[in-house]
């Protein structure tokens, strides 16, 4: 049993520190009851120190050295949760997925394919998902009818979803069929719940299928269904223009 005096910090902070998972990560395995402090089971706030016997999933904690980056092209019926008893997860594509601390930055929904990015880096997933940072998203997105101008302009300035929420100005929209195929590409600076799936439902439209093609400077390019891609740290660092010293989340 650890000794009273000797926790001194939460545990969110100390198992963030050591960089394989990311802060809504944490919160998600606590809250399943996935962690452990000297053999008892982790709550919300609970303290401990970098001494205390820290499991998650039954495995200690150690400090992860080695950073790993992929880039998958998920596709339809695989989701991004780590764990799952149930349903196929997109990390179980990534070879030997099972001996790395690896995650997925952000979700994709389970039929929306592309790129999304697997790592231990808790750091950049904080960076990526922190609203602030306005990370750039596209998405191609296919819809069942015309879009009128309206619609567009809606899309592009601002629509209310959810109870209270109108969506940000979207940082670019390009149509690319509106006449037969229906294609619309738009990139996104934020990233609510179904956001593309609630702004396509208020203006009574519906989406068929949504492609993620790119995150600010990453690009999935021709990489294949159910493919991934490794990048080093210092190549995704440039593509996703992250600058290390700032926005620590
Ligand atoms: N918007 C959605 O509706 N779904 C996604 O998977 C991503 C963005």
Do not use: H
């Not at 990311?22 to 606590?30: N, P, Y």
């Not at 997109?90 to 394919?113: E, Q």
């Amino acid at each position: 049993m650890m000794k009273e005096n000797n926790k001194n910090e939460r545990i969110q902070k100390i198992i963030s520190n050591y960089g394989s998972y990311s802060r809504r990560e944490i919160e998600k395995l606590i809250k399943d009851k996935l962690v452990k402090i000297d053999g008892e089971i982790a709550k919300l706030g609970d303290k401990a120190n970098i001494n205390s016997d820290i499991r998650i999933l039954n495995k200690k904690l150690t400090l992860n050295l080695k950073q790993e980056y992929y880039v998958l092209n998920k596709p339809k019926g695989y989701i991004c949760s780590r764990v799952d008893e149930k349903n196929k997860t997109a990390i179980s594509l990534i070879n030997n997925y099972k001996n790395k601390n690896i995650f997925s930055i952000g979700r994709l929904d389970v039929n929306t394919t592309g790129l999304l990015i697997i790592t231990n880096d808790g750091y950049l997933s904080n960076y990526i998902t922190l609203p602030k940072n306005k990370i750039r998203k596209t998405y191609l997105v296919w819809y069942q009818k015309k879009l009128t101008k309206e619609n567009i302009f809606n899309l592009k300035n601002g629509i209310k979803i959810d109870e209270n929420y109108i969506t940000k100005k979207l940082a670019n929209l390009k149509v690319i069929d509106n006449e037969k195929k229906f294609v619309i590409r738009i990139t996104l600076i934020e990233g609510k719940n179904n956001q593309i799936k609630k702004m396509f439902i208020a203006l009574e439209n519906k989406v068929i299928n949504l492609k993620r093609i790119q995150i600010e400077d990453l690009k999935l390019n021709s990489l294949e269904i159910g493919k991934y891609k490794k990048y080093s740290k210092q190549e995704i660092y440039n593509f996703l223009n992250v600058r290390e010293n700032k926005n620590e989340a």
